[in-house]
């Protein structure tokens, strides 16, 4: 791995462990629903806007229905379900139960793309997951009802990105990543967008709480899509 790709590959983590920090505090004031439409509304319009700058606007007519589905389960239904958890648990358990996502790729991968699921690779997930316990500084919630259906709430989420990878890698694999990742914005929010009129927001809606759901969106989406694409 180049300097370059290192760099790059530690400020992905910042981002997307930054994410459930704005979350954390994006989400008492807008609820889950309006948040997650926020996050790929937002992402979606930065994505498209350097799509038109560099006029490479993916083509949604021919494979807008893999689209669909990458931007239902690899976005809407994932920050939806993380945004969920976030009212519930704390940053760090968000975190730990994030990283469940590699143990649900590699099995999903075996299932689906017949990669093959060996003691060295199982070795090293587990070690992935007690190291994020660790940098997390993770200490076990008082357990209840919320607190239970929160964490499984993260476990859905995990494995919803790893179904959409395994799903990606299968019917996406000639299309170029950055309109993947720009047209599943757009469709994430075209997912989301019918439950806007049964979610309340319960606010305020502070500038502190608009400036958390702008890096949400802007870094931990749009930003982190282009670098990890």
Not at 19 to 48: D, H, N, Q, T, Y
Not at 76 to 95: E, G, I, K, R
Not at 105 to 116: M, N, S
Request: glycine content about 8%; proline content about 6%.
């Amino acid at each position: 791995m180049s300097p370059r790709s290192a760099a790059l590959l530690v400020l992905l983590g910042a981002l997307w462990g930054g994410s459930f920090v704005f979350m954390r505090v994006a989400v008492p004031a807008l609820g889950p629903v309006a948040l997650s439409f926020a996050r790929v509304a937002l992402a979606a319009a930065i994505l498209l806007a350097v799509a038109g700058a560099q006029r490479g606007f993916p083509d949604v007519r021919r494979r807008w229905r893999q689209f669909a589905v990458v931007g239902a389960v690899n976005s809407a239904l994932p920050f939806l379900l993380f945004s969920y958890a976030a009212q519930h648990v704390t940053v760090s358990t968000l975190a730990i139960l994030n990283a469940t996502s590699p143990f649900f790729g590699a099995v999903v991968a075996a299932l689906w793309l017949g990669e093959p699921l060996t003691r060295r690779k199982l070795a090293g997930l587990a070690l992935g997951i007690a190291g994020v316990a660790v940098l997390a500084g993770w200490r076990p919630d008082a357990m209840g009802t919320a607190i239970g259906l929160a964490m499984l709430a993260c476990l859905a989420a995990a494995l919803c990105y790893a179904l959409a990878g395994a799903y990606a890698k299968r019917r996406l694999a000639d299309v170029p990543t950055f309109a993947v990742a720009a047209a599943s914005q757009l469709f994430a929010a075209i997912a989301l967008a019918p439950a806007l009129p049964f979610a309340g927001i319960p606010g305020p809606v502070t500038p502190l709480v608009v400036a958390n759901v702008v890096a949400l969106a802007a870094a931990s989406t749009a930003l982190a899509y282009l670098i990890y694409f």
